[in-house]
């Protein structure tokens, strides 16, 4: 147990007996937990655990079919997220619920505007998230605009905006799981105070040594329930693993790669616009050979993003991009993955999936013109379902069927078939964006695998990870980018995660000048 926290011995949350049933899934069944005030208590478990319908549920986002839901030892039954937030409870979405075309101040208050005779009052909302902002020990610019920000900023945002509506009981859904290094220790300093000042976390989380290193409690979920409660001094990183997965934890590490002569993608000189007439890539090149994986590293705002939608075609740039010797620099996204190049994108639900839509039209996408899976200009329906099937069976999509809307699905399982539809056409170039963001140390291992297994077979791979196990663990060499350009190529084998945190903040660079 962190001795840092002072628990008061009271509970602040208990669910009971909690079950919540879908057409054709139980998402839970008889889940019990029970929080303590003033601690950080984390759920951990696989993708489709159940960990997210079970917060959705004391968020008020959904509501059980059995159970009881105890908040501060009163039972209450929330019908929408309004109620639980008025009953102090508020939740920070692994995918921000931020509009960036507003003001950081307008975002905390906005639908909480305080206002005097219908005008809102922006003196009193600027001293109340002052007051908020300091003991937090954080700095935020009220009047920049969200999309001005950094990822970090970003989320100390959006706890800023729950702590500004009461909040007393925080909800965090994976919220390192694009923080660098210096992010990370950032946040938990965050949820140390918070704690110190009387407020109780709840923190989902796919790594089990941020779990055991921030977490005075652990809730183990599988298959809908819960299985076991510990604490960091019951348990090991192995022995966590263990209890969600029933496994020993997977590794990245283990390279051993035979890189041909043939360069598969060159990329040189390449530009892509940014705003107020600063490139968001500048004059970038590279090249990665066959069985080659080349991982790109920074904090994201740095231009990767643009990169990999500009190496797409989606995002005008200059510069050439060549593929298999055949130049492709002002192809159009289509022309791109005809000559073998395949994208995993860096938002499943923004860039990835039609959430409505089932799943075989889902694994169609990008893939309609694919002679396997059409009959002259229209698509065989009987062909894309039983090429679903083959994705789900292979990458361990947990579903009833292909024919589930995707939203029914768990993240990480929403994630394994975005990443099966990209690999099983077998390209030969493959952007990789945050492959195994937000999926569990199992599903981690089975992406890792088919990444290694396309690498052997002459594959090469542009890995963006925010993980840097990940980075390390996999590549073969580490490109940084810091403010749009690449300012460092680094051997994985040499490079330590502190060391490739520094590059990506830039500490580096400037220790050099």
Known sequence: MNEHYQHTGTTAVRLTGIGKRFPGVIANH??????RAGTIHAIVGENGAGKSTLMKTLYGMQQP????????GTERHFRSPSE??????????QHFMLADNLSVLENIILGSEPARRGVINAGDARRRIGDIVASLGAELNLDDPVSE???GERQRVEIVKVLYRGARVLILDEPTAVLVPEEVDELFDTLRRLVDDGATVIFISHKLDEVLHVSDDITVMRQGTTVAETTPSQVDRAGLAELMVGSELPSPAGRVTAIGEEVRLRVHDLVVPGVEGRPAVEHASFEIRAGEILGVAGVEGNGQFELCTALLGLRAATGEVVIDGHDISHASTRSRHEAGLAYIPFDRHRE????NAPLWENALLGREDNPELSKGPLVDIAAARASTVGIIERFGVLTPDETTPAFALSGGNQQKLVVGRAMVSEPSVLVA???TRGIDVGAQAAVWDEIRRARDNGMAVLLVSADLEELIGLSDRIAVMFDGRITAMLDPDTTTPAELGGHMTGSHQEAAR
Do not use: F, S
Not at 352 to 355: T, V
């Open 65 to 72: 079919d059995t159970g009881t839901i105890e908040v501060g």
């Open 30 to 35: 008889d889940v019990n937990l029970n929080v």
């Open 84 to 93: 639980a937030i008025d009953a102090g409870i508020g939740m920070v979405h």
């Open 149 to 151: 920000l950094g990822v």
């Open 352 to 355: 990835g999936l039609m959430l």
């Open 433 to 435: 964006a945050h492959p």
